[in-house]
């Protein structure tokens, strides 16, 4: 299912760029859309979150990929760019119930020594559809630049077919929060509690990594068209082997190494690295050593969210969904800052969202240094149901 979406996802990313330049739009442009799509995410993937605690994954997963379908469709369509605005705030809304609710789903099937494994599924799938999409979406841009998108729409209506059909209700009704409790996202006040609560460091981290690696993610494209002079077909390869590296990483590395070595040693040693990668990347000449920065850089940064994931998911007794909807938000929060700060970075100087990109990574590490340690040696269980509802929410 999560292959099918993320290929659709991947479709479009190469063709973002090219795109917006139809409507007169540049580096910031393009951040703020894709600070848009973000936003709705970071309002709404708590509330989908508690929705899928109250009345089960799948029906969630049911609306979040027909809203991403028809999203894509629109976005297509479009003749202005407010159009395109519109188009990703829908996407962003409807579309965020899918991926808490997916990592939910896995929680709910999975052991606590498989978890990081199956986070690193949820990765692998991603990652695959990442390797698909990219290098269809730069061969159909050549015929036109919307097709893309009205291919990755028809794929979300293929993969709600799927999840109708073939995937199982992973939480029984007796596991389901109670339907007479109020239904209330996490807004600021209650994501400002969570952060000071045992989860927090983890939720801080959530953040670095988004902002971090979105930085990368949404400026790339504008990126290589300027310093390569490379049109989508070029994109869409380097994205390609990109996806297949995050896919490999993530489906057969995750697992065994945070087995082995624990999710904090990986999270650590990925964040460093990541580091690293953002700067080697700015030192490609050619596509060769292109291909090999970037897939330098995604073998760190693949395992850093599935390891994040996993273990805010480990230290929730309880609601799943609520943990992993808080979790989600934060890094909603970091795709909003990271592509807005990358635009504008952009439209100053190409190299300076990868410089702070570095930086970011680097802060992160050091936070890990000095907090995550503590966090993991307490690593006390919350049962998050309750302290909403204690807190009213």
């Known amino acids: 299912m999560l292959v099918v979406i993320m290929m659709g996802f991947g479709i479009v990313i190469p063709i973002m760029p090219f795109y917006i330049e139809l409507f007169d739009a540049q580096g910031t442009e393009l951040g703020l859309l894709m600070a848009t799509y973000a936003v709705m995410q970071f309002l709404f993937a708590p509330v989908w979150g508690n929705l899928s605690d109250r009345y089960g994954r799948k029906p969630i997963l049911l609306i979040g990929v027909f809203g991403n379908g028809v999203a894509m469709i629109l976005f297509g369509l479009s003749t202005q760019l ?182 904090t040693a990986v999270i650590k040693t990925s964040l460093f690295g990541t580091a690293i990668g953002f700067l080697l990347m700015l030192l490609a000449t050619n596509l060769t050593t292109v291909l090999i920065t970037t897939s330098l850089f995604v073998v760190s940064s693949a395992m850093l969210r599935p390891s994040v994931s996993a273990l805010t998911s480990l230290r929730a007794d309880s609601g799943q969904g609520i943990a992993l909807g808080l979790n989600n938000s934060f890094m909603s929060l970091g795709r909003i800052a990271g592509p807005i700060l990358a635009g504008l970075l952009f439209d100053i100087n190409l190299i300076f969202p990868y410089i702070t990109g570095a930086i970011v990574m680097l802060v992160g590490f050091g936070v890990c240094l000095r907090w995550l340690p503590k966090a993991q040696q307490d690593k006390p269980k919350i049962a998050l149901q309750s302290e909403v509802a204690s807190k009213g929410v």
């Open 82 to 263: 407010w159009m395109l605005f519109a188009s990703r705030a829908l996407a962003g809304f409807l579309s965020s119930a899918t991926l808490p609710t997916a990592m939910a789903y896995v929680s709910d099937s999975t052991s606590e020594e498989d978890r990081g494994g199956g986070m690193g599924m949820i990765g692998a799938a991603m990652g695959l559809g990442m390797v698909i999409g990219p290098g269809l979406g730069g061969t159909l841009a050549e015929y036109s630049l919307s097709v893309p998108f009205f291919l990755a729409g028809g794929l979300s209506f293929i993969a709600l077919a799927l999840i109708w059909v073939m995937m199982p209700e992973s939480l029984p009704a007796e596991k389901r929060t109670s339907t007479s409790e109020r239904i209330q996202g996490l807004q600021l006040k209650e994501m400002w509690q969570a952060l000071w609560g045992p989860i927090g460091i983890l939720l801080l981290l959530a953040f670095l990594v988004s902002f971090g690696f979105t930085k990368f993610e949404s400026i790339f494209g504008l990126f290589a068209a300027n310093r390569y002079d490379y049109g989508p077909s070029e994109v869409g390869l380097i994205l390609t082997v990109i996806g297949l590296v995050s896919a490999v990483v993530q489906g057969g590395l995750t697992g065994p190494v945070t087995k082995r070595w624990g999710e």
